[in-house]
């Protein structure tokens, strides 16, 4: 296989063996055609990230006003002022928070600290897959359990995976790339079912679910994820956090480096928190232009899955020969959504999408109708 061969041949400085079996094993896992998507450059109509198109609260700005001149200054290691808005906005311990470079960095840490090697991470079959990559990083085995035909989490499938090798089970709430929310009543039953530990990436829950994070009082297999990064619009601070039992936040935190939030990344994570407002107006903005794109792409005959979130499913075969053609398409026209076939088991019919400012999403209607109608010539 080439690309194992280079990587061998570029890893020259002496390393044990062992961490070029880890690589190999993450490039073949890739290979298989499961990779995260990473934009290659932007385009003008890119309704390809979940980013916030109304942006932060309009107060973010006074702070990076105010606090530019202070960034000289470490940022606090304990995150003692975030720590205490959301231990109150929660009511959850101060001692059961710990934060990370957004939920990417907080799902790298819990992963690579607490799977060995020979340990199974399960997850579903159709979600957000980074926490796959960093078990394999860490010498451990991602296993898959199925979605049923609505592309929700089957949770009997999911428990009848559990063995004793399995050491954490992670699951998206609501998932990405579907948008699909799950009921608080399967996630609590599945803590309740295993002894694994149970981590429930919550990045997107303000647009939609019922959150889980309080009951990390009761039970001590419960991780819950959440970031600033999404509804807060705050992605390029890279500021994110979970909840979970003392005793393992403890060791998380010591086993991580002192300074990873920057100073101007927790002043504006404190401030978002504050605007209530600004996050109503995502989610009811977000709401506004996800039926105003699934209602368009039905109206043109394309089949989309019914999300009530920030992202959705659409399937654009037979319309167009596969997801990638369709998005090649819209490459030429300086326009992009997720290609389907960056996340495992969705194969290559269905494109993901996340809407944007209403103007942007006209213009994507608009290039859509366009491609359709030139496919029919
Ligand atoms: C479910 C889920 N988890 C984690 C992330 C990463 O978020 P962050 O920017 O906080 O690292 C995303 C972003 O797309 C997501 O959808």
Redesign the pocket.
């Known amino acids: 296989m080439k690309l194992l061969n280079i990587q061998e041949k570029f890893i020259k400085v002496k390393r044990p063996k062992y961490l070029i079996k880890l690589a190999k094993n993450l490039i073949k896992f890739e290979e298989k055609g499961t990779k995260v998507y990473i934009p290659k450059e932007r385009y003008t109509i890119d309704l390809s990230l979940?980013e916030n198109p109304l942006k932060f609260s309009k107060k973010i700005l006074k702070v990076i006003d105010k606090e530019k001149y202070n960034i000289n200054h470490y940022s606090d290691p304990y995150n003692r002022e975030l720590k205490k808005a959301l231990s109150k906005k929660f009511g959850i311990h101060e001692n059961k928070l710990i934060f990370g470079?957004?939920?990417?960095?907080i799902?790298e840490n819990i992963v690579r600290i607490l799977i060995n090697p020979g340990e199974k991470l399960l997850m579903p079959d159709l979600t957000?897959l980074?926490a796959s990559f960093a078990a394999i990083i860490a010498g451990g085995k991602p296993i898959f359990s199925k979605m049923n035909k609505e592309f929700h989490i089957d949770f009997d499938n999911l428990k009848n995976k559990i063995d004793k090798d399995t050491k954490m089970i992670f699951l998206?709430n609501p998932n990405?790339p579907t948008g699909l929310i799950e009921s608080k009543k399967d996630i609590i039953d599945l803590v309740k079912s295993t002894d694994a530990l149970v981590v429930v990436?919550e990045?997107?829950i303000e647009f939609g679910g019922e959150s889980v994070i309080k009951y990390v009082n009761n039970f001590d297999n419960l991780i819950v994820?959440r970031?600033?990064?999404?509804a807060y619009g705050l992605?390029g601070m890279?500021i994110?956090y979970c909840a979970g039992n003392e005793e393992l936040m403890y060791y998380m935190w010591r086993l991580r480096p002192p300074f990873v939030n920057t100073y101007i990344a927790q002043k504006c994570a404190l401030e978002a928190l504050k605007d209530r407002k600004h996050i109503e107006k995502t989610r009811k903005y977000i709401g506004n232009e996800r039926n105003f794109l699934s209602k368009e792409l039905r109206n043109m005959d394309f089949y989309v899955v019914n999300s009530s979130t920030n992202c959705f499913l659409a399937k654009v075969t037979p319309h167009f020969k596969s997801s990638t053609e369709f998005n090649n398409l819209l490459h030429k026209n300086d326009c992009n959504v997720v290609d389907g076939k960056n996340f495992r088991s969705l194969g290559t019919d269905y494109v993901r999408i996340a809407p944007q400012l209403h103007s942007t999403n006209i213009k994507f209607v608009k290039i859509v109708d366009r491609l359709l109608k030139e496919k029919a010539k």
């Not at 470079?101 to 960095?105: L, N, V």
């Not at 970031?227 to 999404?230: A, D, G, N, Y």
Request: net charge neutral.
């Open positions: 979940t470079a957004g939920a990417d960095g799902i957000f980074n998206c990405n990436d990045a997107n994820i970031t600033f990064s999404k992605a890279r994110g």
